[in-house]
């Protein structure tokens, strides 16, 4: 494994703010020049300042340090919750880590209205902020980021080894699984199961930087970026377990159980 810099969280979100990520007016000053790296494009008409629709919008950004994605839900009263999910790298430092951000307030013309919650690693941070958004691309000021195709998978962003089906022993229900994968990359587990029985998921990780995704037989993602799970299967066929690294490279015990 790779061996990584722990940063404390003020260093942290120092690192942060030179990715351009705003956590709060005390945080250390970071650049006020524009973002010159390219976010993932992908083609839709631009309508800024045109009110959008009700509905879930996807985003997608990328840089050298910063991998990140949004998704934002507008009700029909243009109030505004959501999600961001990324992870940052500093090479040079070897360093690796995620966060995650959770999204609430009110829509005015292109303008939302947020309040903020950025949780990384082992500290939390509350602020406000007005981002814009618009059909084909949201700005938070700092970081730009661009439509995305909702509902996308990890498989589809990152590569994956060849998937491996679990197999329960004679008489059991239950295995547990003992493996590593290195930062960047996704490990497919399949299971077979019927509709109507129940998953139990859980993985554990000596660093705690290990999550999955579980992914329907139809490819519908059921559950995203989560350590334990469990639920109610919707229909017959394999499901897919997608195992990746939070930070850095990751080893983990996965415990997959059928009832």
Do not use: H
Not at 100 to 110: C, K, P, V, Y
């Amino acid at each position: 494994m790779i061996n990584k810099l722990f940063l404390r969280s003020a260093a942290v979100i120092t690192l942060l703010c030179s990715t351009s990520l705003t956590l709060n007016s005390n945080s250390a000053s970071a650049s006020t020049q524009p973002n010159t790296a390219t976010a993932i494009s992908t083609t839709y008409k631009n309508k800024a300042g045109k009110k959008l629709a009700p509905g879930t919008y996807c985003y997608s950004a990328k840089t050298k340090t910063l991998d990140a994605s949004a998704t934002v839900n507008i009700s029909a009263t243009n109030k505004v919750n959501g999600t961001v999910q990324a992870t940052i790298q500093n090479p040079a430092e070897s360093y690796y880590t995620s966060y995650q951000q959770t999204l609430t307030g009110e829509l005015a013309g292109d303008k939302a209205k947020l309040r903020i919650v950025t949780k990384i690693e082992n500290d939390t941070q509350n602020t406000q902020a007005t981002w814009t958004i618009t059909e084909s691309s949201l700005n938070t000021g700092r970081e730009s980021f661009t439509r995305a195709k909702c509902g996308a998978s990890s498989e589809e962003t990152a590569p994956t080894r060849k998937a491996v089906r679990i197999k329960f022993a004679n008489g059991t229900n239950s295995k547990t699984i003992e493996q590593s994968v290195i930062r960047g990359e996704r490990d497919t587990y399949l299971v077979g199961a019927k509709r109507g029985q129940r998953m139990n998921l859980k993985i554990t990780s000596l660093e705690k930087n290990a999550a999955f995704d579980v992914i329907a037989p139809d490819g519908k993602t059921i559950k995203e970026g989560v350590t334990t799970w469990s639920g109610k299967l919707p229909a017959n066929g394999d499901y897919k377990i997608v195992v990746g690294g939070t930070r850095g490279n990751a080893s983990y015990k996965l415990t997959v159980e059928i009832k």
